[in-house]
């Protein structure tokens, strides 16, 4: 079955920087496929913060705009996001996300604090 497996969270002070990775496994032609990131602060409802298309087109959450980037590599199996400019209002658990099948990975942690 897919399995989608994110890495890169930890602990960073506000103004840092950080990239996530989601290497996805178990998926046929992982070019055609759309891939996306969401993210759930403690409390809060899981919500949606980047997606990339399978023709490379790209859509980002206003909150995130500017500061976080999205790309994926097709030879690796691989999404990425990059995330600049943090701030305490980005700590959440990062989730890597299929959207044509409901895929989701188990997240990684990411923590903005001084």
């Known amino acids: 079955q897919v399995q989608l497996v994110e890495s890169g969270g930890g602990l960073v002070q506000p103004g840092g920087s950080l990239r996530l990775s989601c290497v996805v496994s178990?998926?046929?032609?992982?070019?055609?496929?759309?891939w996306a990131w969401f993210r759930q602060a403690s409390g809060k409802q899981r919500d949606f913060v980047a997606r990339?298309?399978?023709?490379?087109?790209?859509v980002y959450a206003d909150s995130v705009k500017g500061r976080f980037t999205i790309s994926r590599d097709n030879t690796k199996n691989t999404v990425f996001l990059q995330m600049n400019s943090l701030n305490p209002e980005d700590t959440a658990v990062y989730y890597c996300?299929?959207?044509?099948?409901?895929?989701w990975g188990r997240g990684t942690q990411v923590t903005v604090s001084s």
């Open positions: 996300y299929q959207p044509r099948i409901g895929n």
């Open positions: 178990g998926v046929a032609q992982f070019s055609r496929h759309d």
């Open positions: 990339v298309r399978d023709t490379g087109a790209i």
